[in-house]
Each structure stands twice: as C-alpha cells, then as structure tokens.
C-alpha cells in the first residue's frame, strides 16, 4: 500500500510540474509558434497590469496636467485624432478603443520602448486584449479575451491559441511630444487620467530604465554597437527586409527629409530633432513604422540593415 501511495504521489508530481511546464499564467504554451522556454513572466500575474477597456477622453485644452514635453503616442484615423500619454500607458500598456466605429487596440511595451497601435477586428471579429504578464524577447505578450490567444507585440501575431498564426494589421502611429501633437492637431482628445483605476500617473513606473544599457530580462540576440542598447531607433519593414535608422545617426546626419530604398522601395525618412520624432513616408502616405529602444528592434530583427550618417 505504502508503495503505492508513493507511486501514485510521484506520478501526480511528474503530471503537475509537465503541467506547470506547458502553461503559465494560466496561458496553454502548447505548440507555440515561438520556443515555449523563452516565453517568460514578466512578475505580474494575468491582468495585473490591467488594460483600459471604457477610455475616457478630454480635450486638449482641459489636459493642462500635461506637459509640453511630455511623450505621447498619437493616431489619426479619418479625420480623429487622439493622444495617449505615456505616463498613462506604463501603467496599463493597452488601451481598447473604438475611433469612428473602428476596433483598435493601443499597445505599449515599456521595457522596449514601443507603441504599436493595430486593427483589433481579426476574422470579422473584434477582440479586447488585455496584458498576459508574459514576455517574449523582453517584449509583452497580449491575450485575446475571446480565445485566450497569445499575441507577441512585436511580431504582431499571435503564438498560441486558436488564432495562431493570425496576423494583425499594424497602424501609423506617431511616438512626439504633446507640443507637438496639439499644434498639429489642435482637436486632438486626450486619454483622461480617469481610468478607473487607482494609479498615480505623476510618477514614473520604469524612471532611469530608459537610460540604464541592461535589460530587465535576458534576449536572445544581443544588439551590436556602438549604439547604446537603449537608443532610440525608427524601424522600418517592407516585405522581408527590415532596416532600423538609429537617432544618434539622425542627428549626426542633420537631415529633415532624405530618401532611401528598401526592397527596392523608394520611401523618405522624416525627422524632426527638435521632437525627436522619425517616421517613414512612400508616395506621399504615411507608412506604419515602430519606435523602439535598439536591443528591442535587434532582437526581433537580427538581420536588419542599419542607416549611418556619412
């Protein structure tokens, strides 16, 4: 009996920790698209970082807690503009808005430094993500309230679930200071600091990350110099082929407008040093693009074309 009783006690270990092994977070990490062991937590648990699914908004000129230099993450879609402030966004990284009867998910990962904004619509159905607590590559892994898929934020795509594989479709956005924004757009509306949630939007969850060269969390491909591993870069993708514009180069080359070519795709680069603000344009339209920290844009982009001021 007593024999028994240990086995029994043994199997259920073994079955426990294989359990324990393939979920985390309550997450399946069952035939991921991405290696199951380099999905980590990030410390808080699902949702311990909670989204902000009812955004409240104001107009520009009740913000007057924002500042001029304030970093904001910006979009414009027919014609509405909004503003989402950082110091909101580190607290709550996503943001499941509606902008003219469309489903869009605001997206933002502090550890590397990206805003990504997406159409939240996927196989005619709008979904509500909600932050996992798990990362991949240092970057935040969203779920799907729907199916509890697992989404990288970089990769746009979901790694597990029944959405594997599903890509989302990326956005413009603009990562400027709110000066800018509002002159701009002076209609712009402003994610209000009423979420319902009590943070205290004055400080500065991640304050000296941004200028520290180590990561929270290891990567596997670590970016090469000499740029600092937080330097901010514009990374552009067209097709397969992807090219990160380092700010450091920006400056040096001096440039607001220039082109370039990638995929054998003429597009301009324009940069605003006094906003530190780089996007990418092609036949005149805006092209979706991210802004990272270097090691962030690195890790997903190992074979990445770097730009450099002659």
Request: aromatic residues 12%; contains cysteine.
């Given at each position: 009996?007593?024999?028994?009783l240990i086995l029994s006690t043994f199997i259920s270990s073994l079955l426990a920790a294989c359990a324990t092994a393939q979920t985390r977070?309550?997450?399946?990490?069952?035939?991921?698209?991405?290696?199951?062991?380099?999905?980590?937590?990030?410390?808080?648990?699902?949702?311990?970082?909670?989204?902000?699914?009812?955004?409240?908004?104001?107009?520009?000129?009740?913000?007057?807690?924002?500042?001029?230099?304030?970093?904001?993450?910006?979009?414009?879609?027919?014609?509405?503009?909004?503003?989402?402030?950082?110091?909101?966004?580190?607290?709550?990284?996503?943001?499941?808005?509606?902008?003219?009867?469309?489903?869009?998910?605001?997206?933002?990962?502090?550890?590397?430094?990206?805003?990504?904004?997406?159409?939240?619509?996927?196989?005619?159905?709008?979904?509500?993500?909600?932050?996992?607590?798990?990362?991949?590559?240092?970057?935040?892994?969203?779920?799907?309230?729907?199916?509890?898929?697992?989404?990288?934020?970089?990769?746009?795509?979901?790694?597990?679930?029944?959405?594997?594989?599903?890509?989302?479709?990326?956005?413009?956005?603009?990562?400027?200071?709110?000066?800018?924004?509002?002159?701009?757009?002076?209609?712009?509306?402003?994610?209000?600091?009423?979420?319902?949630?009590?943070?205290?939007?004055?400080?500065?969850?991640?304050?000296?990350?941004?200028?520290?060269?180590?990561?929270l969390f290891p990567v596997v491909n670590k970016a090469p110099g000499p740029w600092h591993p937080k330097e901010w870069v514009l990374g552009?993708?067209?097709?397969?082929?992807?090219?990160?514009?380092?700010?450091?180069?920006?400056?040096?080359?001096?440039?607001?407008?220039?082109?370039?070519?990638?995929?054998?795709?003429?597009?301009?680069?324009?940069?605003?040093?006094?906003?530190?603000?780089?996007?990418?344009?092609?036949?005149?339209?805006?092209?979706?693009?991210?802004?990272?920290?270097?090691?962030?844009?690195?890790?997903?982009?190992?074979?990445?074309?770097?730009?450099?001021?002659?």
């Amino acid at each position: 009996m007593l024999r028994e009783l240990i086995l029994s006690t043994f199997i259920s270990s073994l079955l426990a920790a294989c359990a324990t092994a393939q979920t985390r977070n309550g997450f399946s990490l069952e035939d991921t698209l991405i290696p199951a062991n380099l999905i980590r937590g990030g410390g808080p648990p699902r949702d311990g970082i909670p989204s902000i699914d009812t955004p409240v908004f104001q107009s520009a000129e009740s913000a007057s807690w924002l500042a001029p230099d304030n970093r904001i993450l910006g979009i414009s879609i027919d014609g509405h503009h909004r503003a989402y402030p950082i110091a909101i966004l580190n607290w709550h990284e996503v943001v499941n808005d509606i902008v003219d009867g469309q489903h869009v998910a605001i997206t933002y990962c502090p550890l590397c430094g990206t805003g990504m904004v997406f159409k939240s619509t996927v196989a005619n159905t709008d979904l509500e993500f909600g932050v996992s607590g798990l990362l991949y590559e240092s970057d935040v892994l969203l779920y799907d309230r729907q199916t509890e898929s697992l989404w990288s934020q970089l990769m746009s795509k979901a790694i597990s679930g029944p959405y594997k594989g599903k890509q989302l479709e990326f956005l413009p956005v603009t990562h400027t200071t709110w000066s800018d924004w509002r002159q701009q757009y002076p209609d712009t509306l402003v994610l209000s600091r009423d979420t319902g949630t009590n943070r205290d939007y004055r400080q500065d969850p991640y304050i000296g990350y941004d200028s520290s060269p180590g990561t929270l969390f290891p990567v596997v491909n670590k970016a090469p110099g000499p740029w600092h591993p937080k330097e901010w870069v514009l990374g552009v993708s067209i097709g397969s082929e992807h090219k990160a514009y380092p700010f450091a180069e920006l400056f040096s080359h001096g440039k607001s407008r220039f082109e370039d070519d990638i995929a054998g795709e003429n597009i301009t680069i324009v940069w605003d040093e006094a906003n530190r603000v780089a996007s990418v344009m092609r036949n005149n339209e805006i092209l979706p693009s991210i802004t990272s920290f270097w090691f962030a844009w690195f890790a997903f982009h190992s074979d990445t074309g770097i730009f450099r001021a002659e």
